[in-house]
């Protein structure tokens, strides 16, 4: 699977349901050349105009299962919520 395939598929947490969104981007080891999250853009702050404030980022062993067209991620959403360094 490439990361290109991840970026269209949806992160849902089995936790609650709740939708989180599209995979935006992953981060990696450099030592090993594993990937070890999977990042996912926060809710927007004013309707979509002022940009975002929080990413969720979501470790590898987090995920549970990767199908078709969704990610399937069991994790504490207070946990996983990092502010944006953009």
Do not use: A, W
């Not at 399937?72 to 959403?77: E, F, G, P, R, S």
Request: proline share 2%.
């Amino acid at each position: 699977m490439r990361i290109c395939d991840l970026k269209e598929k949806e992160v849902i947490n089995i936790c609650d349901g709740e939708r989180l969104g599209y995979v935006e981007d992953v981060e990696f080891d450099l030592c090993t050349g594993r990937v070890t999250h999977i990042i996912i853009p926060g809710p927007c702050k004013f309707f979509g105009v002022l940009g975002r404030e929080e990413e969720y980022i979501i470790e590898i062993c987090q995920i549970c299962k990767i199908g078709c067209d969704l990610i399937l991620v069991d994790v504490n959403l207070e946990k996983v919520r990092k502010k944006c360094s953009c």
